[in-house]
């Protein structure tokens, strides 16, 4: 792990574009330079209230105008006044905020010693992703911006670490689904989704989901409905309840069935016992960055809503991922249908026979994940990259 000591206290500056996958990254990243590096950390967002979503019980204002996070974190507003700060991380090549900005710019011009400004840019399995991490971004005002750019081979900057241990699973949860009526083990974490040793009635397949407006869900859910096997669906707080003409209620435990599916509400948790939800399903429907990224820690076949871009330039980060990925076939062709690279008016059609290739390949599918999930454990830690990064261009300035 690189030496922090000299680089305590880092800026980690967060724009809110849109959901929570923004200030979901740099809550966790703003943790883990607290805990694992013992840096002081400021997370200076432009919607705070949308960091505090993510974090259960709320922390209360403290007195320095901010929120102080369980790790010690303060989460402060976009004008908070410039601190002496080491490093300063903006993220998403999101800006900065006008103060932090012009008090470097005033260091530079004063012959101070300035914060490394480093900037945390979008995930991706990407080839070029290799390229640019790492490069200088000269800047007005006679500073440089250095990218990091996460990704999934040792020459990116890695990916956030798991969670270990996982935390416990919520109480609230736990009761939903003990309400839910449907027998079978459930949640656990013993290996098999399934199949038991006579090939006898497979338990219930339970599911989480948390995907976007424009994905193509309600047609999976049409397939799973028609299908050949029990899938209980967890949809978190905050998603829409007309699913495909499936109304289901916004209440925790507020319950939908049809056919071979049951839908039911789950609270929206905190980030860390999101983690342990994803570990107890079989498996996943997630979406954007974050979330994608706990999918793989949880080690279950998982379905990825990337965040949809012009000109299908999502696609290619789908496709960059399922080649590195050691996702089966199946889960591959679900994965694209689910983006929209298999189109046309065959797309229930689709769905069904997709859900229905993937499910057959679902204990395949459950062990590559845990061999994926192996081979990421390999890369660089991002926090641990950022830190680096950090150290090298701060040994410039001395
Ligand atoms: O919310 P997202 O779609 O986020 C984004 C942003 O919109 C952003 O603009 C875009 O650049 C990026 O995606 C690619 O999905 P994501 O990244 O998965 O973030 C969701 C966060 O919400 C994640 O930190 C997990 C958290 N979460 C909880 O804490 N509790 C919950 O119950 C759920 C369902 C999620």
Known sequence: MPDALNLRRWDVICRVVDHYGDAGVCLRL?????????????????????????????????????WRDRSGVLIVGWDAPPQQADVVLETFSGDLPPAILDDMRGAVARGRLVPVWLDLEYLSAEPWVESCHGLPSPQPGGLTRWFAFPGFTARTAGL?????????????????????????????????????VNDTPKRPLTASVFCYRDSPLPALLDAMQSGARDVRLLVPGGMPGGLGG?????????????????????????????DAILAACDLNLVRGEDSFVRAQWA?????????????????????????????????ADLNRWFNGAIPGPGTE??????????????????????????????????????????????????
Do not use: N
Request: glycine share 8%.
């Open 30 to 66: 703003a943790r883990q330079l607290a805990a694992r590096h013992g840096c002081t950390v400021r997370l200076l967002a432009d919607r705070p209230e949308v960091v505090l979503d993510l974090i259960q019980p709320r922390p209360d204002s403290d007195t320095s105008h901010g």
């Open 160 to 196: 956030p670490g798991p969670q270990m241990p996982l935390t416990k699973l919520p109480p609230a949860l736990a009761d939903v689904l003990a309400g839910t009526g449907l027998d079978g083990p459930g949640l656990d974490d013993s290996g098999s989704a399934g199949r038991d």
């Open 246 to 274: 499936r109304s289901l209620g916004p209440q925790t435990g507020d319950t939908w069935r049809g056919g071979r599916l049951t839908l039911v509400r789950m609270p929206f948790v905190d980030q860390d016992a999101y």
């Open 299 to 331: 080690a279950r076949p998982l379905l990825w809503a990337a965040y949809r871009q012009p000109d299908d330039a999502h696609l290619d980060k789908v496709d960059a991922w399922l080649a590195r990925s050691a996702m089966p076939q199946a889960w």
């Open 349 to 398: 059609g689709h769905a069904v026979a997709l859900w229905r290739a993937a499910i057959d390949g679902i204990d395949t599918a459950r062990e590559e994940a845990t061999r994926w999930r192996r081979a990421l454990l390999e890369l660089p830690r991002l926090d641990d990259v950022l830190v680096d990064l950090a150290l090298q261009h701060a040994s410039r300035l001395q």
